[in-house]
Every structure is written in structure tokens, then in C-alpha cells.
């Protein structure tokens, strides 16, 4: 098991060379909402208060302690074809934690972009923390944000619809606009 993470966190932090993105499991549609009154960086048109049709797909299925990830894709959020992506592994909270992959034996816990954006001019990290083993359709997961070294704090849900049917979803950090961008190594994230 140690292996694994230690295999997986030094993978992330040289640009996820060993495919820890690349596991299949259940996606869902899926609504992305910022909240109204959260603190959101300027600078970043994506991070208004509003609401975006989203993919989410949690990954891998099984209760295999393993670390696992949690990827999002708004589609067209910045017109056809250009979307936003965001690339999440179970973690821990705060630096120098939220750098690190953790295994979890359920969809259950803490994720985190392990790498930082940047949201107009300020470093953020991503994250987000579910509250099901096995998520269903009408599940709420929390969508986070942090400072580069402060704990990550709400600032919007992701509300589960319809599992969608199996196949493939491509996502990618480099998926990004409007002010907000994925820096290295997080920028090279693909699953």
C-alpha cells in the first residue's frame, strides 16, 4: 500500500507520470454551483456565484484501499470545445498535505489538485470532499478552494445527477481559461 501512494505523489509532482489519473470508474452528469455569498478569488470569470452543467467521474470502483481520484469536466464553459477541467486525488488538507496522494478503500474523503492554479494572479488549490462510500444520483460533494498554505473551505457543490452510460471521458488540467489555469506539474495532468 505505501508503495502505491509514494509511487503515486511522486508521479503527480513530476506531471503524473504514472498514470495515477488515467483509472476508470462511474462518471455522472452532474451540476457545478458556486455558492452566492463564498469569497471567491477575482480575476477568474469560471469562479463567479451561478451554476454549470458538469461530468464528474469517480475513480477507481471497488473497495481496494488504492488511491483514488475525482475529475470534472464542465463542458463549453468558455464556448464550444473549451472546457473546464479540474483533476482531484484523495489527500489530505492543507500544506504540506494537499500535495500528497492518500489511498481510501471508498469514494469517501478529502481530494485535492495536489498542485496549485492560478485564479487571475493568486495561487489557489482545488479540492473537493465527499461524504458518500459509493456515490449515488442526488449526492452533494463540497467543491473547495485553498490557499498554498491554508486549509480549503467550501465554495460551491457538485450535485450528482444520472450515472452516465460507460465509456470514455477524456480530462485534462491544461482544460482551462477565463483567468484560471492549471501551473506545472498539475498542468500536465490527463485522465
Not at 16 to 29: I, N
Not at 67 to 89: E, I, N, S
Not at 131 to 158: C, H, K, M, W
Amino acid at each position: 500500500m505505501l508503495p502505491d501512494v509514494v509511487r503515486a505523489t511522486v508521479g503527480a509532482a513530476l506531471g503524473d507520470l504514472g498514470g495515477l489519473f488515467d483509472q476508470r470508474g462511474a462518471v455522472f452528469d452532474a451540476t457545478l454551483t458556486f455558492d452566492g455569498d463564498a469569497r471567491l478569488p477575482g480575476g477568474a470569470t469560471f469562479l463567479r456565484p451561478g451554476t454549470h452543467d458538469a461530468v464528474v467521474r469517480f475513480a477507481p470502483d471497488g473497495a481496494e484501499s488504492v488511491p483514488r481520484t475525482l475529475c470534472v469536466k464542465v463542458p463549453g464553459a468558455y464556448g464550444p470545445g473549451r472546457d473546464q477541467d479540474f483533476l482531484f486525488a484523495t489527500s489530505g488538507d492543507g500544506a504540506p498535505l494537499h500535495h500528497a496522494v492518500l489511498s481510501s478503500t471508498s469514494a469517501e474523503g478529502l481530494y485535492s489538485s495536489l498542485w496549485l492554479y492560478l485564479a487571475g494572479v493568486q495561487p489557489v488549490a482545488f479540492g473537493a470532499r465527499v461524504a458518500t462510500a459509493e456515490p449515488t444520483r442526488g449526492d452533494t460533494v463540497e467543491f473547495l478552494l485553498g490557499g498554498v498554505l491554508s486549509r480549503f473551505r467550501r465554495i460551491g457543490t457538485l450535485t450528482l445527477g444520472e450515472r452516465a452510460p460507460d465509456g470514455d471521458v477524456e480530462f485534462s488540467a491544461g482544460h482551462a481559461g477565463g483567468g484560471l489555469r492549471a501551473l506545472p506539474p498539475a498542468l500536465l495532468y490527463r485522465g
